[in-house]
């Protein structure tokens, strides 16, 4: 299967796009992508001049493994017209780029809900000419991952998890399999990041489902319990969405509920999660 057998099966032409896989320059575009939805839209709306040809619309796409691509989603182009007309807010976005406006097009555009499904899950070879980010060419479809995949487990010190990423593994665990095993079978040290200020909050996991059992409250209350956390989520409950998850420590497998809460408290020592942060005892 290809990229325009894909494409035809869902009633578009195939000569209408352009294939847009964007390197790693100026952002990480599957993080940017997931994490600042506005500033992804802003940075590819700003193109060369005549960029996208006569395209309709465009594909875009995050690097993956080598040359492959992983599929973000599809826009439709409306316009273009000189970068300097563009919104103000976007021009705002995309300043500290340091582009050259005046060489510059911003392309009005919008996503194609047709092809969300698909968004994080398709994953095709792009070829050896990655420095060539934007084709016409048709591409290979490598596969196609399973609805609410996150991505593989790596290692319990790499480890980081935004809100959403928490949720949809939590909600499919069989679809995350590599987390859910890898995760039910530990107890530990963790930290919930609050990225909107920077404050920590500490706790440790070390009853039945390990750290996947405690992260899975998480996921369906935000705040797990937490004393500070629940007054954070009451004053702001969109906060929740700037969380981020990850492991401080790995506890062995004799370890008792004493020595967590005691590994516990020398983490918060560390991190001053007391003392700015949101924890409380």
Request: charged share 25%.
């Given at each position: 299967?290809?990229?325009?057998?894909?494409?035809?099966?869902?009633?578009?032409?195939?000569?209408?796009?352009?294939?847009?896989?964007?390197?790693?320059?100026?952002?990480?575009?599957?993080?940017?992508?997931?994490?600042?939805?506005?500033?992804?839209?802003?940075?590819?709306?700003?193109?060369?001049?005549?960029?996208?040809?006569?395209?309709?619309?465009?594909?875009?796409?995050?690097?993956?493994?080598?040359?492959?691509?992983?599929?973000?989603?599809?826009?439709?182009?409306?316009?273009?017209?000189?970068?300097?007309?563009?919104?103000?807010?976007?021009?705002?976005?995309?300043?500290?780029?340091?582009?050259?406006?005046?060489?510059?097009?911003?392309?009005?555009?919008?996503?194609?809900?047709?092809?969300?499904?698909?968004?994080?899950?398709?994953?095709?070879?792009?070829?050896?000419?990655?420095?060539?980010?934007?084709?016409?060419?048709?591409?290979?479809?490598?596969?196609?991952?399973?609805?609410?995949?996150?991505?593989?487990?790596?290692?319990?010190?790499?480890?980081?998890?935004?809100?959403?990423?928490?949720?949809?593994?939590?909600?499919?665990?069989?679809?995350?399999?590599?987390?859910?095993?890898?995760?039910?079978?530990?107890?530990?040290?963790?930290?919930?990041?609050?990225?909107?200020?920077?404050?920590?909050?500490?706790?440790s996991a070390y009853g039945k489902n390990g750290l996947w059992g405690r992260w899975a409250t998480y996921a369906v209350t935000g705040h797990g319990g937490n004393k500070l956390l629940i007054d954070r989520l009451e004053k702001n409950p969109?906060?929740?969405?700037?969380?981020?998850?990850?492991?401080?420590?790995i506890l062995p497998g004799s370890s008792t509920a004493d020595d967590a809460v005691a590994k516990e408290i020398v983490w918060k020592q560390k991190l001053g999660s007391k003392i700015n942060g949101y924890n409380d005892n």
């Amino acid at each position: 299967m290809t990229l325009y057998d894909i494409i035809k099966m869902y009633g578009f032409i195939p000569e209408d796009f352009r294939f847009v896989r964007h390197g790693y320059a100026e952002i990480n575009p599957l993080e940017v992508f997931k994490d600042n939805p506005r500033l992804f839209d802003a940075y590819q709306s700003f193109q060369r001049k005549r960029k996208f040809g006569n395209a309709k619309y465009i594909a875009s796409f995050a690097p993956h493994h080598g040359t492959q691509g992983l599929f973000l989603g599809v826009w439709e182009i409306k316009r273009e017209v000189a970068a300097l007309t563009g919104p103000k807010k976007k021009l705002k976005l995309v300043e500290h780029f340091g582009w050259t406006l005046g060489k510059v097009s911003y392309y009005e555009m919008s996503p194609v809900e047709d092809f969300y499904d698909l968004s994080e899950r398709l994953i095709i070879e792009w070829g050896g000419s990655t420095v060539t980010w934007v084709q016409k060419k048709d591409k290979e479809v490598l596969s196609i991952l399973q609805p609410a995949y996150v991505r593989e487990f790596k290692s319990y010190e790499r480890t980081i998890l935004n809100r959403n990423e928490l949720v949809k593994m939590v909600n499919n665990p069989t679809n995350n399999a590599t987390w859910y095993n890898a995760l039910r079978s530990v107890n530990g040290i963790y930290c919930i990041t609050d990225t909107s200020n920077g404050k920590l909050y500490v706790g440790s996991a070390y009853g039945k489902n390990g750290l996947w059992g405690r992260w899975a409250t998480y996921a369906v209350t935000g705040h797990g319990g937490n004393k500070l956390l629940i007054d954070r989520l009451e004053k702001n409950p969109k906060a929740v969405e700037c969380f981020q998850y990850s492991i401080l420590e790995i506890l062995p497998g004799s370890s008792t509920a004493d020595d967590a809460v005691a590994k516990e408290i020398v983490w918060k020592q560390k991190l001053g999660s007391k003392i700015n942060g949101y924890n409380d005892n």
